[in-house]
């Protein structure tokens, strides 16, 4: 296995989706078992934060229907 990881890794990102898990996790009472489910929703909105701060592109406007 690779181990730089640093050259295809953003740690900073990284770590702001896990501690923003965390937090979910916490505030939903620390359910057992559902790991992935907290990454996956932190992630989620990590991604859509970035995409806010750095103006991520926007899908494009639907074409007009041709009558």
Do not use: C, I
Not at 3 to 12: A, G, P
Not at 35 to 63: I, M, N, S, V
């Amino acid at each position: 296995m690779y181990q730089d990881t640093d050259k295809f890794v953003d740690l900073d990102f990284e770590q702001n989706v896990r501690q923003a898990a965390y937090l979910l996790w916490e505030q939903d009472g620390r359910p057992f078992g559902s790991e992935k489910e907290y990454w996956f929703r932190a992630l989620e909105a990590q991604l859509a934060a970035r995409d806010r701060t750095h103006g991520g592109a926007e899908a494009p406007p639907p074409k007009p229907a041709n009558d």
